[in-house]
């Protein structure tokens, strides 16, 4: 039976079974469109709420196949490292019945397997809202806004027709009584830099918009991550050279310093 024919008494069933922790691993999961197991459990089942480590692993083994049984969830073809690396090498998209109990707005998308470069890309972004959401249950930084595509594209101009800039995510982060928002790019050196100097370019028209500034007081400096240094150089190099661009609109972090600067721990 697919999520379409379930009925309401069949759906508040599943709701009284799946409440909780598992109707807020399926909403996590449509919120960033795919996850991995090892994220799920990294947010989800940490090892001080368990007798272990491993048991905390099982219990997300679990859990994340009986909310596939029901079709709440569903696993992609493509895991990470292979079969080999077993149950967790698992990624995760909201399935039809997880469409109908979270409500979710507008017709339910008929499910497709992803391009590899489409869940490198996503399941990269997954894991910095996994690692930012992890550094702040060890310190005094806290999330205050996380929002993934679309909620966080912004309109350059009102009505229909108009540009619109199409960040990855949009983070905001309390750290004691500063605020640091930030408009994330998660650049997996798949886009030649042209490509990077529009969009550049397309964040310093809707700045100068004022739009967000009106709205916030503020407006997000733009993070750009990159996977390498060699990478980073490249694309400060064009940051640098390049004629109309607000240089402090933007800050390039290679992958393994990007907690650390969203966060506030790196100034």
Known sequence: ????RLGSRELAELRNRFGGRPMAIAGQVADLRLMSALQIQS???????HTSALSAARSCRRL??????ARVL???????????AGSS????????????LLEADGARPRFREPSPLFVDHTLAIAQLVVDVTVATRRG?????????????????AHGVGGEWLKPDLFVAIGNGELEHRWFIEMDRATAHVPALRRKCHLYQSYYQTGREQAAHGVFPRVCWIVPDADRAQRL??????ERGLTQDLFTV??????????TGARQ
């Open 89 to 100: 090498s698992w990624i995760y998209a909201l399935g039809a019945v997880g469409h109908r």
């Open 140 to 156: 005094t930084p806290e999330i205050l806004n996380v929002e993934p595509e679309p909620r966080c594209w912004r309109t350059l």
């Open 74 to 84: 569903v696993r992609l073809e493509r895991r990470i490292g292979g079969v080999h």
């Open 43 to 49: 947010l989800y089942f940490q090892p001080s709420d």
């Open 1 to 4: 039976m697919s999520g379409d």
């Open 253 to 262: 972090v290679v992958e393994q310093d990007a907690v650390d600067l969203i």
């Open 236 to 241: 400060i190099k064009m940051l640098d050279g």
């Open 64 to 69: 994340l196949s009986a909310l596939t049984s």
